[in-house]
């Protein structure tokens, strides 16, 4: 049995014509032999509107409760398409993510998967030709609704297609690929043909909104392609695939950025064993994600330790720093909402030298200065002052030519 997973985001079902497009792809695959599993988004704006009127009738919803309110976008959207699809004739029939189930754990509005009980899907696929399933949803195992968090379809879709040992997820969007940075904000981005899992990590970790970061995940894990690719076309999109020695032989393949940041400096703290547990630990309690950290050098056994979080985490994140002020010494703490984040990303790094040289040089050209640094094997990213983000990719883009296809060198 050949299976081929399809997800389809918001703006793809957007109303009967997107639907009808939608139709369309599926129906391609199933002339090709394939037998389909859809996964579908709610339409598009539904999820905000449930959320606003969640927020009319409390002030403060209860997670559990927002998520059965939640999962009825994407209950909507599975149960007019596969209408639209028994009206043409195809054998389908849509499943929620209880139905399956899709088994994920307790933390509500952002619940992980934890498995997949496919034995009824591959029943299910003996009888009809396409499975239309919810996205975004799932149960923990006393059988309450849980919702993954935004952009959690792309997971629902990958997970799928790991557990059904599927030969492809097509992820079809408004956009038809990975492009090298954001074309909104540089014109000369251009799609790239395949990006590495690693390369695809760091970019929708860094900000890139093309695939929630736990698909990729997903797919690496089980060695899942993904190609990404546009509704409203039917051009090739990216493939997102395992890296191979040409990927390797290119220097950079994108640039990334984050605006949703911000800078916390705790002034003038003890440098002593215990100091950072008790800075950080309070703060994974809350589920606050800390980003970058940089401390600099001790001076009579005090030091300064500065670090990022998410913009919209910043509020609590102090809240819990005054908590713990006393006990690690700190006589001040400044915070600098109005930072952002932006990242050279290539698994060719690993091979090549002279990166970091090259980046921070054509930041100095446009006198932007840097206020953090950050690495790994495939990264450098760098905090700046979000008035520059823009110049800063369209700078950087342009220093490393990823306007350009690259040229493979040869080993």
Not at 30 to 40: A, I, P, S, T
Not at 167 to 185: L, Q
Not at 200 to 220: C, H, P, T, W
Not at 275 to 288: R, S, V, W
């Amino acid at each position: 049995m050949k299976i081929i997973v399809q997800k389809f985001g918001g703006t793809s079902v957007a109303g009967l014509e997107r639907m009808k497009l939608v139709k369309a792809k599926v129906e391609k695959k199933l002339n090709q032999g394939y037998k389909v599993v859809v996964v579908l988004s709610a339409m598009a704006g539904e999820t905000d509107r449930l959320i606003a009127l969640a927020n009319e009738f409390s002030k403060d919803p209860d997670p559990a409760e927002l998520d059965v309110l939640l999962t009825t976008g994407e209950q909507v959207s599975i149960a007019l398409f596969t209408m639209l699809l028994k009206d043409a004739n195809i054998k389908a029939r849509s499943l929620l993510g209880f139905q399956i189930p899709i088994h994920t754990d307790k933390a509500f509005g952002k619940a992980r998967i934890l498995d997949i009980d496919t034995e009824k899907m591959m029943d299910l696929l003996k009888t009809y030709d396409v499975l239309v399933v919810a996205g975004f949803q799932g149960c923990d195992f006393q059988k309450n609704l849980t919702t993954l968090g935004r952009g959690g379809s792309d997971t629902s879709a990958v997970a799928l297609a790991a557990a059904l040992n599927a030969e492809m997820c097509e992820i079809y969007t408004d956009v038809d690929g990975v492009y090298t940075t954001d074309p909104n904000v540089c014109s000369k981005a251009r799609k790239l043909q395949k990006i590495a899992y690693d390369e695809m990590l760091e970019m929708a970790s860094m900000g890139a909104k093309v695939l929630q970061i736990r698909s990729v995940e997903f797919a690496k894990k089980y060695n899942v392609p993904i190609h990404v690719r546009s509704t409203f076309s039917d051009e090739p999109g990216t493939l997102v695939v395992k890296e191979d020695e040409i990927m390797e032989s290119v220097l950079v393949s994108g640039i990334a950025y984050d605006k949703d940041q911000a800078r916390i400096t705790l002034v003038d703290i003890y440098d002593e064993p215990g100091i950072a547990a008790a800075i950080f630990e309070p703060l994974a309690a809350y589920d606050i994600v800390v980003d970058m950290i940089v401390q600099n050098p001790s001076h009579e056994g005090r030091t300064d330790l500065t670090f990022t979080v998410s913009r919209k985490e910043l509020k609590d994140a102090l809240k819990i720093i005054e908590r713990v002020k006393d006990e690690i010494g700190a006589k001040e703490v400044f915070y600098d909402p109005d930072v952002a984040k932006v990242s050279i990303i290539g698994v060719g790094m690993r091979n090549h030298s002279g990166v970091a040289a090259i980046a921070f040089k054509a930041l100095k050209s446009e006198n932007i200065n840097i206020l953090m640094i950050s690495t790994s094997e495939i990264k450098i990213s760098c905090l700046i002052k979000e008035k520059y983000t823009e110049l800063a990719v369209r700078t950087l883009h342009e220093a490393f030519g990823l306007d350009k296809e690259p040229t493979v060198e040869n080993n």
